[in-house]
């Protein structure tokens, strides 16, 4: 019955993710797939899945002085992994980082799933509500592919791929008790990763690519989408 239950939400997740990437093509039929802003209606999205998000319940739920070590953590990774893509001249190194960062994301949520399968509490309400939390993820890491011009397919495959390591993290965590503490620690590392990727990554580089009216109505585009999720989800 317990691997059944993984397997349906690992399934939820999928169907939430993909929701959230269908609006995401639907809203860069706004922008005609420009890579410019699409890149910066995703790093808004993202700055404000951030602050309104991320950080308040990271804050909420962790230790601060451990999140800060996650932080700097976050912040040494960022870097190698940073300078290791643009090394190997890849043009387009923000995917890579930003799938790392909502994956690390994941880990905490899906093991703290995984510690509440055996609960006789545990309902239908604390399981919806968790997997549409990651209806938002589905939509910035689906801009960010868009906007860099990748097939769909490719899309498809990571979706699945984040529904299997969702799943994979729900298990473990209905056999393994994740500390406090490492769960504040990568929950530091995948803030600063989407911080970083967002600012950098999708912000940054297309500062001077358009005009200064294109760039805040892409920028403030993102945050209010986010805006929206935060509402109603």
């Known amino acids: 019955m317990i691997n059944l239950s993984i397997i349906i939400l690992g399934g939820f997740l999928f169907f939430s993710v993909s929701i959230g990437g269908g ?49 700097f953590i976050g912040w040494v990774l960022f870097l190698l ?41 545990f309902g239908a309400t604390i399981t919806t509500s968790t997997i549409l939390h990651h209806l938002p993820e589905g939509f910035a890491f689906a801009s960010a592919f868009i906007s860099q011009g990748k097939k769909l397919w490719g899309l498809f495959l990571c979706f699945i791929g984040l529904s299997i390591f969702f799943s994979v993290f729900v298990w473990v965590g209905h056999h393994v008790n994740l500390t406090v503490k490492a769960e504040s620690i990568l929950m530091g590392v995948s803030i600063i990763l989407i911080a970083c ?37």
């Not at 308040?56 to 999140?67: G, I, K, N, R």
């Not at 990554?201 to 690519?209: D, G, P, Q, Y």
Request: with cysteine; net charge positive; hydrophobic share 55%.
């Open 23 to 71: 609006l995401a093509w639907l809203v860069s039929k706004v922008f005609r797939n420009t890579y410019e802003g699409l890149a910066l209606l995703c790093g808004g999205f993202l700055v404000g899945l951030l602050v309104l998000d991320i950080i308040p319940t990271a804050l909420q739920m962790y230790h601060f002085s451990v999140l800060v070590i996650g932080l």
């Open 81 to 121: 992994l940073h300078n290791l893509f643009h090394s190997s001249k890849s043009k387009m190194p923000s995917l890579p980082l930003l799938a790392i960062g909502i994956l690390l994301h994941t880990i905490p949520i899906s093991m703290t799933i995984g510690n509440l399968l055996g609960d006789s509490t």
């Open 197 to 233: 990727t967002s600012i950098s990554e999708f912000i940054l580089t297309n500062l001077r690519l358009v005009s200064t009216k294109f760039f805040l109505l892409c920028l403030l585009t993102g945050y209010l989408l986010s805006n929206l999720f935060h509402l109603f989800l």
